[in-house]
């Protein structure tokens, strides 16, 4: 006879590979490096032309030295191996990260559109700017190379961090080539009014730009759930032949990290060790999914008979995304 019995596996084999590690570890030192010759180059483009434009892209710069020193540390701390009081690991901080990353780009699209609209206002005092513009493009090359191979390695290793920092200096890059049309349009047109125009727009850019990164960090710390990896955990359970059934089965991702819990029902006089096997075999399956991803999956086995007890609480949640999954397969 089958008794309630919870089942959990976390398999070794998908623990983070040490090349993985290094990636990231490479990655994360790169972009601390960049962004202080940023900062530096900037300043100095900045100090020469005295363009507001600019300096909007040397105030990015500043935030990003600071976002990705916070990058550095999250990455580092969501690699520490689960303990007492984090049992389910350290991986939230990257979200945290990419939280803070995403409210100090808005201090620095507060403080553009400030200097800019005072510029409009003043009008701008300009000069050097072809110097200006040689070092622009020069560092916005460099960080198009850079931010490419975040976003890259990042996603590679499933590394929220990296990829949140990879854009960031990717909308650096647009923001240094937003200033290079608008500064290289001064140069040629002597309409010094233009100048602070392109910085206002570049403001605006960064702040969109940073409440789309505070809403991804978000979604991760109140565990929303992808609707299409979801969807693939339940086509697996619907087309198991090991199981008589299923419910409340709950799925959340923590960077490379898979967290899923499920309930599976079998025949009442099978046996727990049988069970236990074709549970094994369904969390096979469902593991497969995720073949980048340390996967943790906790299934509770239930005797058939028990969905139709009374005092058992009905699962709306899973109702609700096997009915969604229905939909999907009939359109």
Known sequence: ???????????????????????????????????????????????????????????????????????????????????????????KIAYFSSGIEGALILVAAVAIVWEASAALIEGPQLTNLGVGLAITAALGLVNLGLGLALVRTGRRTNALVLVANGHHVLTDMWTSLGVLIGVGLVWLTGLTWLDPLVALVMGLNIAWTSARLMREAGRGLMDTADADETAHVLQVLREAPEINGFHHVRHRRVNDRVFLEQHLLFADDLTLHEAHRRASAVEARQRAL??????QITSHLEPLSHEHEEGVPHDAVTDGLAMELSERSVA
């Open 1 to 91: 006879m089958l008794l309630h019995a919870g089942h959990d596996h976390t398999p070794a084999e998908h623990e983070l590979t040490a090349e993985a590690e290094r990636a990231q570890r490479w990655a994360m030192r790169a972009s601390l490096g960049i962004a202080v010759l940023m900062l530096v180059g900037k300043g100095w483009a900045y100090a020469l032309t005295g363009s507001t434009a600019i300096l909007s892209d040397a105030l990015e710069s500043v935030v990003h030295l600071g976002a990705t020193g916070m990058a550095a540390f999250s990455l580092w701390y969501a690699r520490q191996p689960a303990d007492k009081k984090h049992p389910y690991g350290h991986g």
């Open 290 to 295: 995720f073949p980048e991803s340390r996967v």
